[in-house]
């Protein structure tokens, strides 16, 4: 049973950091692209960020370049989201996900985590 289990989430102000954190489990992790999704309230989902397993290709939205960093401890099981200088438009609740597709940056992820809220005041 693959298990995707984000901590890190909370309330910060305007300008700092928050780091995320996702243990995977049930799956063999090295080989899975992993990816960092957001959802606002009122809002779609959206990629913020992905690596393939290979860690060769990166992904990162408009919106978080220079910003925000993923990476992962293939030892560890673990994908990480470091996020800085945020806004308070980085407001929502943020997924691990994981897909067995070499570099996959579509929407359908094949496995996801519960969700960590972030949230962020001016």
């Known amino acids: 049973q693959v298990q995707l289990v984000e901590s890190g989430g909370g309330s910060v102000q305007a300008g700092g950091s928050v780091r995320l954190s996702c243990a995977a489990s049930g799956l063999t992790f090295s080989s899975y692209t992993m990816g960092w999704f957001r959802q606002a309230p009122g809002k779609e989902r959206e990629l913020v960020a992905a690596?393939?397993?290979?860690?060769?290709?990166?992904y990162y939205a408009d919106s978080v370049k220079g910003r925000f960093t993923i990476s992962r401890d293939n030892a560890k099981n673990t994908v990480y989201l470091q996020m800085n200088s945020l806004k308070p438009e980085d407001t929502a609740v943020y997924y691990c996900?994981?897909?067995?597709?070499?570099?996959?940056?579509?929407?359908?992820?094949?496995?996801w985590g519960q969700g960590t809220q972030v949230t962020v005041s001016s």
């Open positions: 996900a994981a897909d067995p597709r070499t570099i996959y940056l579509g929407p359908e992820y094949t496995y």
């Open positions: 690596m393939c397993w290979r860690r060769s290709v990166t």
